[in-house]
């Protein structure tokens, strides 16, 4: 539910308050398609072209207006990089790392379905 406020005698809507169910390193996978991911970056709310969002078939079109998951994503055949709904992901209960080229880079030990992120060294 939305709260409605009026600013210069106009109505502004608040955005939702929504909460992310996963955070970054943890592995997750996806409710439908099954591939398995590590979450690297997670946005609020929908931030990506609107040409990606057209391309998703409409009757298994996810709501905008919930957190969206950067994975470092794989599958049996290969990685990549995913942008995930969270309506679309489960824990990852497998107990299993995720074989990403990229995940040594970013992250550094992976115990209990997590990875801990790398701190971060700058000059």
């Known amino acids: 539910m939305n709260d409605t406020i009026q600013i210069f005698g106009s109505d502004i809507s608040a955005p939702p308050i929504v909460h992310a169910r996963f955070s970054i390193g943890d592995v997750v996978q996806h409710r439908l398609f099954g591939f398995r991911g590590v979450v690297f970056d997670i946005d ?12 998703i078939p409409e009757g298994v079109r996810p709501d905008k207006d919930q957190p969206f998951y950067h994975l470092l994503a794989e599958n049996g055949e290969t990685s990549y990089v995913a942008y995930v709904s969270q309506q679309n992901l489960i824990a990852d209960d497998s107990d299993e790392p ?11 030990t992976y115990a209990h379905g997590k990875y801990q992120l790398r701190p971060l060294h700058r000059h």
């Open 98 to 108: 995720v074989d990403h080229p990229a995940i040594a880079g970013m992250f550094g």
């Open 44 to 55: 609020p709310v929908f931030a990506n072209t609107e040409e990606w969002y057209q391309a």
